[in-house]
């Protein structure tokens, strides 16, 4: 029977940091994709300039939609880092985190204010329109965004997530405390 438990813990290490990689480094760069398709329709700049309309404001809405739940995944996939090292320490990465869930919040409730949805029941489908008094309101969510993934940034690497502060780490010392304060 193949055992399944790690060598080492430099091999729990190493694992953890393909978890971050997958799930919170991949979803931060998504980010970045999804915010040029919500300012301009589309990541390709000939698609920007030669989609109609319609095509660009739905791309555009749904992008920001995208980006709000890319954002609550990253912060879903790092809650467990965080809250384990609340335990040891109150955390105050864990604290930012749940400001920042509170403004994505925000942006919710302002984008459905920002388009209008309008159905075509004879070829099955709806578009959404983004009418120019509405624009400022989505230029409004974008930029909200842009700042909330800036603001993200920080705790995320506070608590190494993005960039390591060492590269010696005893994850035993870690178990223990977490194991004698928890």
Not at 7 to 27: D, F, G, L
């Amino acid at each position: 029977m193949e055992d399944t438990q790690p060598s080492s813990p430099s091999n729990v290490w190493n694992e953890s940091k393909t978890y971050v990689t997958a799930k919170i480094m991949y979803r931060l760069i998504e980010c970045d994709s999804l915010i040029m398709t919500a300012i301009y329709g589309s990541e390709d700049l000939n698609d920007s300039y030669n989609l109609p309309k319609t095509l660009k404001d739905t791309a555009r809405v749904e992008a920001v939609k995208r980006i709000l739940d890319t954002l609550k995944m990253i912060i879903d996939n790092s809650y467990f880092i965080l809250r384990a090292k609340d335990k040891i320490e109150k955390s105050e990465e864990l604290s930012e985190i749940e400001k920042i869930e509170k403004r994505i919040e925000e942006v919710e409730e302002v984008l459905e204010g920002t388009h209008s949805i309008i159905d075509d029941p004879q070829r099955q489908i709806y578009r959404i329109e983004i009418t120019k008094d509405n624009e400022a309101h989505l230029i409004l969510c974008i930029n909200t965004l842009r700042k909330i993934i800036r603001d993200l940034m920080k705790p995320l690497n506070d608590a190494d997530l993005i960039f390591s502060s060492s590269d010696e780490i005893d994850l035993d010392e870690i178990k223990k405390q977490l194991i004698e304060g928890g």
